[in-house]
């Protein structure tokens, strides 16, 4: 029985979970090569040769061997009845997420059928209480006064909902470059797990915990060069598990504003989907239309390699989980870590452009 040590549960969750995806990962690759089911080439994407992107199927399967294995440990034995079906909900509303996300690997579903697909299985989540239910207000705003607001039914429904499509699509936009929306997910995973801790919800931080263990091991083999995509059933998988996570974990324990902490956490998959939906509009195109707008693309045109521009990303979402475990009253420690890797953003930025004026000064020299 683990139940009475939750450290233990969330090491044994994430180093079980890494194992098992970089076990089960190859065998995946081996069968998608072998039934031809792979992602082509194009002038758009950043890969040259035929690549299976069916590594989703990794990301789940060590996903649920680690909490598999912690559930017959005890792990989750303690939960109250309201808990156990909001973690059991979560990990099913997943799952679903991942089969809406592999058809479209398998099949190439149109855009409108995949929307309409998440936005029934969150409606089905929020109706078994995976739901934003209240707004916590520090201080008094727009004549409301401070503490809880009870969030109408229709309007709980529909922050749960967009809450939920919004970070799951996100995600997955963010999955351009190889190791990229892995690492990120896996760096937002271990922010919620250790806010989750700090506001005494070990229950989603078990799940956080598995979940950035699967990201780890898949990273085994999706950092760059990449052997293996993750696939649309696997960027959905991740996103809507943060998503969901973030709602039974850290916003159940906040006194202050609800869903401020995982919404710094995933800030930067969230800006850069609003950034380029924005953009896509501004020019009378479709939100859904293939482009070349998102922050990696950006970053590559501004003369940053692959893997310059993945860790940069990397360090980008550490920092800003940093700041969100230093406003969750976590030790003072991470307040350094935010400092540290802010300096180290600044000077990686700082070499980049000078080496770009040495390069044009040169240039101009010649």
Same mark, same amino acid.
């Given at each position: ?164 499509v919004g970070i799951t699509n996100a995600i997955n936009w963010l999955d351009g470059l190889d190791g990229l929306a892995a690492g990120v997910s896996g760096i937002a995973a271990v ?15 078990? +799940? *956080?915990?598995? #979940? !950035?263990?699967?990201? %780890?091991? =898949? $990273? ?5 060069? @990449? ?95 940093? +700041? *969100?475990?230093? #406003? !969750?009253?976590?030790? %003072?420690? =991470? $307040? ?5 890797? @802010? ?24």
């Amino acid at each position: 029985m683990i139940s009475s040590r939750p450290d233990l549960a969330a090491v044994l969750a994430f180093g079980i979970a890494a194992l098992s995806t970089a076990l089960v990962v190859p065998t995946v690759r081996q069968a998608g090569l072998r039934w031809g089911l792979t992602d082509q080439p194009d002038s758009r994407k950043q890969h040259t040769t035929p690549m299976v992107r069916l590594g989703g199927v990794g990301i789940v399967a060590g996903f649920v061997i680690a909490l598999a294995l912690i559930w017959g440990l005890g792990g989750f034995v303690a939960l109250s009845s309201q808990r156990d079906s909001q973690i059991w909900t979560t990990i099913a509303g997943a799952l679903c997420f991942f089969v809406i996300g592999l058809a479209d690997d398998l099949f190439a579903l149109p855009p409108l059928p995949r929307l309409a697909g998440q936005v029934l299985v969150a409606m089905a989540v929020w109706s078994q209480g995976v739901q934003i239910g209240a707004i916590d207000l520090p201080v008094h705003l727009f004549g409301a006064p401070a503490g809880a607001i009870e969030l109408p039914a229709g309007l709980s429904l529909l922050a749960t909902v967009i809450w939920l499509v919004g970070i799951t699509n996100a995600i997955n936009w963010l999955d351009g470059l190889d190791g990229l929306a892995a690492g990120v997910s896996g760096i937002a995973a271990v922010g919620l797990l250790s806010v989750s801790y700090s506001l005494n919800q070990p229950a989603p931080g078990l +799940l *956080a915990a598995a #979940l !950035a263990g699967s990201c %780890l091991g =898949f $990273l085994r083999h999706n950092f760059n060069p @990449a052997r293996i995509f993750m696939g649309d059933g696997g960027s959905y998988f991740l996103g809507f598990a943060l998503a969901s996570i973030s709602i039974v974990g850290p916003a159940k324990g906040l006194t202050t504003v609800s869903l401020l902490l995982p919404l710094l956490i995933l800030s930067l998959p969230l800006a850069d989907m609003s950034a380029v939906i924005m953009g896509r509009l501004s020019q009378g195109r479709s939100p859904f239309y293939p482009d070349r707008r998102h922050l990696h693309h950006r970053l590559l045109r501004a003369g940053f390699s692959h893997r310059r521009t993945v860790v940069l990303i990397y360090a980008f979402t550490q920092w800003l989980a940093a +700041l *969100a475990l230093v #406003l !969750a009253n976590a030790e %003072l420690r =991470f $307040l350094w870590l935010a400092l540290a890797t @802010a300096v180290l953003i600044v000077v990686v930025i700082a070499a980049r452009r000078s080496l770009n004026l040495e390069q044009q000064q040169a240039g101009d020299g010649g």
